[in-house]
């Protein structure tokens, strides 16, 4: 069966942001998140507190939350990746926040410059501290299909790297697909090696355009909060090959033709879509937004 209702964890102004060469104005990006919340999307990812040198596009990171207005009713996580990056999010008033793990040793490397075993040493204070100032965290884990240098990734290192992230005390894991490879059997696989799938998300790239199908199979094994990004924006700096997230609206029209409540106005959000596309120059590869704003 499929849940009656889906959380959208909409990463539109992180994810899909991040990969932009042209950094966008910090004016730009409240804009965007004040018209995905009035959208109905209540889980806005809003930035990272990350290097400003790793990721340049979300180097202003303070100003935006500084310069944002929280609606009642919505939450507006940040990664982070170490206790530098928890300090600043810290000081900017977070309330959630999410670190981020690599299922693989060379991406592991590539985007936290560190080992896949010495990534948890850098994680751990950080949820330590943060559970301990009343803030809860969500643990990504990345390349859990596929790794664009190692290939095929075992299901068994993609479980135990979760559920470490899961003992460190994150109430909820996002399963990466970050380079958009899976196929639903893949993904039915990987769910059913987790004990708990209440405390699973996905967090699909659309790459091969599986992302939807795999998104299926996942609610089917009992997930309900899906990551998206709004026009289908995005990408990982840091991966090869890595192109956008699943689209917010492609998600939304699949769950409003199911019956699956989330809460979501299509129009409000294809409109913001189209509105940011202007922004960026160049249209929303989303097909739900392009077959809406004929
Ligand atoms: P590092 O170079 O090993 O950092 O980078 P370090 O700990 O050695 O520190 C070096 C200097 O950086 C120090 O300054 C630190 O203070 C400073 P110095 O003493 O030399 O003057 N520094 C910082 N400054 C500001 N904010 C910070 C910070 N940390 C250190 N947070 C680090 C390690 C983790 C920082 C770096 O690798 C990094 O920033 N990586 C982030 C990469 C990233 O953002 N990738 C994209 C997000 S992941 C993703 O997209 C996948 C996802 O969508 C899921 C999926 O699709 O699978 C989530
Ligand atoms: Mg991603």
């Known amino acids: 069966g499929l849940p009656s209702r889906v959380t959208i964890w909409e990463v539109g102004a992180r994810d899909g942001l991040q990969n932009e060469s042209v950094v966008v104005p910090v004016s730009v990006k409240l804009e965007f998140l004040a018209r995905l919340a009035s959208a109905g999307l209540s889980v806005l990812e809003a930035t990272s507190f990350v290097h400003p040198k790793w990721v340049p596009q979300l180097a202003d990171a303070a100003e935006l939350l500084a310069g944002l207005d929280r609606r009642a009713g919505v939450v507006y996580p940040v990664l982070v990746p170490n206790e530098r990056g928890l300090d600043r999010a810290l000081e900017a008033g977070v309330s959630h926040i999410a670190i981020f793990a690599s299922a693989t040793e060379t991406f592991a490397a590539r985007n936290l410059n560190r080992t896949l075993e ?8 950080v949820v330590a501290r943060a559970l301990a100032a009343g803030v809860s965290v969500r643990g990504y ?37 970050t380079i958009g490879v899976a196929t639903p059997g893949q993904v039915e696989a990987l769910l059913a090696g987790f004990s708990d799938v209440s405390r699973l998300a996905v967090h699909f790239h659309d790459t091969y355009g599986q992302a939807l199908s795999n998104t299926l199979a996942a609610l089917r094994c009992g997930v309900t909060t899906v990551d ?26 699949m769950l409003d033709g199911l019956g699956v409540e989330t809460g979501v106005d299509l129009d409000a959000l294809v409109a913001t879509s189209v509105w940011m596309a202007e922004q960026l120059g160049r ?12």
């Open 118 to 125: 010495s990534q948890f040493e850098m994680f751990e204070p």
């Open 141 to 177: 884990v990345s390349m859990c299909f596929g790794d664009p240098w190692e290939g095929a990734v075992p299901q068994s290192q993609v479980v135990a790297v979760g559920e470490r992230l899961l003992g460190m005390g994150c109430s909820q894991l996002s399963l990466g697909d």
């Open 228 to 253: 998206s990004s709004a026009g289908g924006l995005g990408g990982c700096p840091y991966a090869e090959s890595a192109t956008g997230n699943l689209a917010t609206e492609d998600l939304v029209w």
């Open 283 to 294: 249209p929303s590869p989303s097909r739900v937004v392009r077959a809406l704003s004929k």
